[in-house]
């Protein structure tokens, strides 16, 4: 959604709006085999937006994710799987779910309650 006056950055690769990959990169990410970690998360980020290195939101996918999970990162848009964050122990990847107290840990992938 554009407002007047709004200036919309587009990425350099796709031609979408930071909010639209931050989006597509939470909605990808859950469906893949060997997840993106946060820092690969940011990392693609500013590949996509190369000129925006030194926007501090880039370098903080978890505030971002939040919103996203909310259905507040495109307004009305709530997203059909919780995007989780990833940690790797020994080349395995671990789901870090979110939760209202903060993160738990998901090592048996049990469903939230």
Known sequence: MKFKG??????????????EVWFNLFEDNEKKKKPLTDE??????????????????FKQPNRV????????????R???IESCRYIYQNGKAIKIKPNKKGCIKDDKNTKRT
Do not use: C, H, W
Not at 6 to 19: A, P, Y
Not at 40 to 48: E, Y
Not at 65 to 76: P, Q, S
């Open 78 to 80: 709530k997203p059909k």
């Open 6 to 19: 709004q200036l919309v950055d587009r990425s350099s690769s796709s031609g979408l709006s930071v909010t």
């Open 65 to 76: 994710r939040n919103r996203y999970n909310r259905g507040v990162l495109i307004a009305g």
């Open 40 to 57: 690969q998360i940011t990392d693609a980020m500013l590949k996509a937006f190369p000129k925006r290195f030194e926007s501090a939101i």
